[in-house]
């Protein structure tokens, strides 16, 4: 090998060793035994469902309080009375979900989609809602909500609200 093959192969090899280096930690993988455990009934506070599968679940009192769901599915899933208090549900769909009486509050629920959902009864107490969609979501019994919250959200003319909340359109 010449000198000036070997220099060249030098080089290269040490931008790959300095790219890998200087790569970002990944973020934190789901963790497949708590999102079993989640989808098998079972409560499981603080945990890692990221991207999880909870689509069409059935399930009722759930302690999911702290954990991270985001980016989960929750669509067409019953999940009454779940606690979601302080959890990471940023940009999760739960397209048509049954929530009722659950608590959201102090979550972030930046850019999910709660569109056809049903909340009622439900507790937001201190949640981030930017970017929430609420279309056609059932939230007249809701508690917790504010002005200032929905006004960071979306909905369309068949979003139900409390008392005389409004919500700006999508």
């Known amino acids: 090998m010449t000198r000036s093959a070997l220099a060249a192969a030098f080089g290269l090899a040490t931008a790959v ?7 970002p930690e990944p973020a934190f993988a789901q963790n497949a035994s708590q999102i ?28 999911l309080s702290g954990s991270r769901l985001r980016q989960a599915n929750l669509s067409l899933s019953v999940m009454n009375r779940t606690r979601f208090t302080n959890a990471d549900l940023r940009d999760v769909d739960a397209y048509g979900g049954v929530f009722s009486s ?11 989609s709660f ?3 049903y909340l009622e009864g439900s507790d937001f107490s201190g949640a981030t809602l930017d970017g929430a969609n609420f279309s056609g979501a059932q939230m007249q019994r809701s508690t917790g909500l504010t002005q200032r919250q929905l ?3 979306c909905g369309d003319a068949e979003t139900r609200l409390p008392g005389s909340l409004r919500i700006p359109a999508c």
């Open 151 to 153: 006004n960071r959200a």
């Open 115 to 117: 569109v056809g959902a």
């Open 36 to 63: 079993a455990r989640v989808r098998a009934g079972n409560s499981c506070p603080g945990c890692n469902l990221f991207q999880g599968d909870f689509s069409y679940m059935e399930a009722r009192g759930l302690n």
């Open 17 to 23: 060793v300095m790219l890998a280096v200087a790569m």
């Open 102 to 112: 659950s608590r959201f509050g102090g979550a972030n629920l930046t850019n999910a």
